[in-house]
T-cell receptor, first 117, second 113 residues
């Protein structure tokens, strides 16, 4: 089973500043990696995903994440945040070590990003 | 383009009552999921379904019952609600399974008094 750790439960930042939300997972077996965003009073929506290929993944709203296999990390970054980026962000990891089937999805506990004017 | 909908959006019920949360998706996705979201716990999987009439337990199934007679519907029933089941419940769907991109509904906020 995977364990997904989001190292910061809350990240406050000023508008137009850069931000990094950190995510580490426990197992070094082949994985799929996801970042989801949840705006207030809404469900989660996919921000970006890593399945294979380039370790730098670009997502919606100017976010990107980098897969680092040796450090088992998948940190989310944005060079300049907006107030509208205020939301909770969830990292999720899926095992893919069960042949051709996709495994379970494990969520981190979330990071609340608050952008101040 | 309705996507995935949940009803009701808000529900208050009393301890011991039965309550059913509805989930409907218009994409014909094979997989559907129920999660609960609680402060400090993130999302926890309650039940999931791989297809009509195929369901399986997730991390926290106790006190919940699901059914899936049609691909598009996946209701979640609390047979005898308890205060510990006060939570926000999310339904989700995906094409290929748990490890695939999931599409979430807007959630149901349930309060058990």
């Amino acid at each position: 089973a995977q364990s997904v750790t989001q190292l910061d439960s809350q990240v406050p930042v000023f508008e137009e500043a850069p931000v990094e939300l950190r995510c580490n997972y426990s197992s070094s077996v082949s994985v799929y990696l996801f970042w989801y965003v949840q705006y207030p009073n809404q469900g989660l929506q996919l921000l970006l995903k890593y399945l294979s290929g380039s370790t730098l993944v670009k997502g919606i709203n100017g976010f990107e994440a980098e897969f680092n296999k040796s450090q088992t990390s998948f940190h989310l970054r944005k060079p300049s945040v907006h107030i509208s980026d205020t939301a909770e962000y969830f990292c999720a990891v899926s095992d893919r070590n069960r042949g051709s089937t996709l495994g379970r999805l494990y969520f981190g506990r979330g990071t609340q990003l608050t952008v101040w004017p | 383009d309705a996507g995935i909908t949940q009803s009701p959006r808000y529900k208050i019920t009393e301890t011991g009552r039965q309550v059913t949360l509805m989930c409907h998706q218009t994409w014909s996705h094979s997989y559907m999921f129920w999660y609960r979201q609680d402060l400090g716990h993130g999302l926890r999987l309650i039940y999931y379904s791989a297809a009509a009439d195929i369901t399986d337990k997730g991390e926290v199934p106790d006190g919940y019952v699901v059914s899936r007679s049609k691909t598009e519907n996946f209701p979640l029933t609390l047979e005898s609600a308890t205060r510990s089941q006060t939570s926000v419940y999310f339904c989700a769907s995906s094409v290929l399974g748990q490890g695939d991109e999931q599409y979430f509904g807007p959630g149901t906020r349930l309060t058990v008094t």
